[in-house]
């Protein structure tokens, strides 16, 4: 079997903020991970552990102090780093990505047929007949036909989500990002959404990337995972290697980092993540609102 296919590489990440007391904290400390093409790869972990920061890194909206993030979509020949990349160049690379945003992110001003078409109009060069075909199938695929004549306050939490979805993608992307998608939605909406998110990546055979800290998501749509604490890597390996941790006994748990993920996994109230001895100043920092 030839191994497979790398589309992003990221390569000891570092990015720091300001805490507005003359200092920074470094909220992504050397992060180090691959996406394989057509994997659905769940990034996870406690509140302020960094993965919406590296979310944001991914797509180019943050700068990084250090490290690379390589693409290498279809189109290229060789692998790109878009760290210091300008804008324009950066902007070639978007169109090939897709983003769901926890909120849905729709324009309220516009119905969502006409959100579903924005990108369309904005970054392609398609007469406004094909753009309503293509956002008539787009529809189709998260079954919100019947309401794209709907604005945005008229949609319920699962279906904002849904035409975010289809919104995302409008350009047939090669790799989707998903933040937080079963955020604010009940148990039942939220396996319903899952189990969009697998079909689409089915019928479009896209890369996706979903950050997330609700488990049963993870699990239901895993490849493999990325644990981050601390703003460190960890853990990265197959869904089945984080599902023994999740199983097995705490008594057989050998390592400091295995206790934490278990703890992680199960929602414990007791363990190294919720020890204020063991308390980073990182974690302090986030702790305290810092």
Known sequence: MSPPETVISVRDLVKSFETGRGGSVRVLDGVSFEVYRGETLVIMGGSGCGKSTLLNCLIGEYEVDLGEIDYHTKEMSA?????????TELNLIRKRIGI??????????????ENVALPL??????????????????LQQVKMLEHRGKYPGQLS??????????RATALDPEILFYDEPSAGLDPVTSTAIDELMMDLSKKLQVTSVV???????????????VMLERGRVLKLGARAEFEALRDASADDLTTEAERLIHQFLNGSGTGPLTDAEGMSEFEKLIVGGG
């Open 79 to 87: 692998a790109v780093n878009i760290v210091g990349m300008g804008e």
């Open 100 to 113: 769901l945003f926890q909120s849905g992110a729709l324009f309220n001003s516009l119905t969502v047929a």
């Open 121 to 138: 109009q904005e970054h392609s060069y398609v007469e406004r007949s094909i753009i309503d075909i293509v956002v008539t199938l787009k």
């Open 157 to 166: 939490g699962g279906q904002k989500k849904r035409a975010g979805l289809a």
């Open 211 to 225: 950050v997330t800290h609700e488990m049963d998501s993870a699990f239901r749509i895993a490849d493999r995972m």
